[in-house]
């Protein structure tokens, strides 16, 4: 007959297995001299609290602030535009002139006095930039029979320069407002990933046609910015494993792009996919329910850690931490980045240091976001809800 252990022999056990996992999760790295305390990342995402010229509010430092004390590793803010006509949304955080310096000081100065460090992701919106917003045309990388109604600009040789030129100006004001590193967005719908897609780019010149072409602006933007901010400087890129749509990247293109990218020099990949404005993120994303469900992009993540060195930060529907101890035990990948679970629990990180191991509360609704274009910035719908229901009893 099998011996069952006894109550403290049961706890013994359940707790040499949770500082085991603790010291996985919890142990220090670091990306090109950036030291994080941990291997969890909060994912860059439209917070909907910047000024409509694009500056830091107190809001938004108190939103990045909360997160910092919550416990996470690192921050990567905001979704941040870095020309006029690159902007995607209302109320985006921008880093197009060198006016906006002094607020993101006080931003970046405030989430390390919380133990967390933090760095920029530079963006440009491409054709789905809000030109409602900016007056200008949107840029295209080619023509498209869905521009007949928008006031649409396709790129020239002459605007790739000025692009290139943004993105390493904006990566220079970022160092200068105390930034520990910043990510170049090239996945989801920017117009980098616009430029890396089949489905968006058609042209036929040297920004065209094959992959080496189709990457060209990105080598062109790293070794800008890598001249202005020095080789100390930590400089991510994060990229789809595959594009989801009809011919889009797929994961070979994307394992081909990422060793590229990785030969290059950039310091670390965050790895996600789909394309937001179609609505297909990925092939896994609408049904999360379950643990085995979870992290959907996974076995993407197991390819790329086969080909790349560089350290690579997995996103995409993590809930639970027994799942993102499994992936940083079985070497799927370096770092775990959520976006959404932090709306509803800042500080989700320190709860499970604390042992509380229940999986994050997030309720995949998305309702989140509705306030942030009624002007209000975004926040947990559901829990305001649940909070006020409570209260009303």
């Given at each position: 007959m099998l011996k069952h252990p006894?109550?403290?022999?049961?706890?013994?056990m359940l707790s040499e297995k949770w500082r085991e996992a603790m010291s996985k999760l919890f142990a220090e790295s670091s990306i090109n001299g950036m030291v994080l305390k941990n291997r969890f990342v909060r994912a860059s995402i439209w917070e909907g609290l910047a000024t409509t010229e694009g500056e830091v509010t107190p809001e938004l430092v108190k939103m990045l602030t909360t997160l910092a004390k919550g416990g996470v590793g690192l921050i990567i803010s905001s979704y941040s535009y870095v020309s006029l006509e690159?902007?995607?949304?209302?109320?985006?955080?921008?880093?197009y002139r060198d006016e906006l310096i002094p607020k993101l000081q006080e931003m970046?100065?405030?989430?390390?006095?919380?133990?967390?460090?933090?760095?920029?992701q530079l963006a440009h919106a491409g054709q789905f930039a809000e030109e409602r917003i900016t007056g200008r045309p949107a840029l295209a990388v080619s023509a498209s029979d869905d521009f007949t109604e928008r006031y649409v600009k396709i790129i020239t040789r002459e605007d790739v320069q000025r692009i290139v030129s943004s993105y390493s100006q904006a990566a220079k004001r970022a160092q200068d407002a105390g930034f520990d590193g910043i990510e170049i967005h090239s996945a989801q719908d920017c117009i980098l990933s616009q430029f890396l897609s089949p489905a968006f780019n058609a042209r036929h010149d040297e920004y065209g046609g094959s992959i080496d072409n189709r990457t060209r602006i990105h080598l062109m933007i790293y070794r800008s910015i890598r001249k202005l901010v020095g080789e100390a400087y930590p400089i991510v890129i994060k990229i789809n494993c595959g594009d989801f749509i009809?011919?889009?990247?797929?994961?070979?293109d994307s394992?081909?792009?990422?060793k590229m990218f990785s030969?290059?020099?950039f310091d670390a990949i965050e790895m996600t996919g789909g394309i937001i404005r179609t609505g297909k993120l990925s092939l896994g994303r609408a049904d999360i329910s379950s643990a085995d469900k979870e992290s959907y992009l996974k076995d993407y993540?197991?390819?790329y850690k086969k080909e790349i060195s560089t350290p690579l930060i997995l996103a995409g529907g993590l809930r639970s931490f027994q799942v993102a101890e499994k992936i940083i035990s079985d070497g799927i990948a370096d770092y775990i980045s959520m976006s959404r679970p932090f709306i509803r629990e800042p500080d989700l990180i320190n709860r499970w240091e604390r042992g509380d191991l229940r999986k994050a509360e997030c309720k995949l609704d998305n309702l989140c976001f509705n306030?942030?274009?009624?002007g209000k910035g975004i926040y947990c719908v559901s829990r305001e809800k649940e909070e006020n229901k409570t209260a009303g009893h």
């Open positions: 006894d109550i403290p022999e049961l706890y013994a690159g902007q995607g949304a209302p109320w985006q955080l921008g880093i970046t100065s405030a989430v390390h006095e919380n133990g967390c460090k933090i760095i920029m009809e011919d889009g990247i797929t994961i070979d394992l081909y792009i990422a030969d290059t020099g993540a197991f390819r306030p942030g274009f009624a």
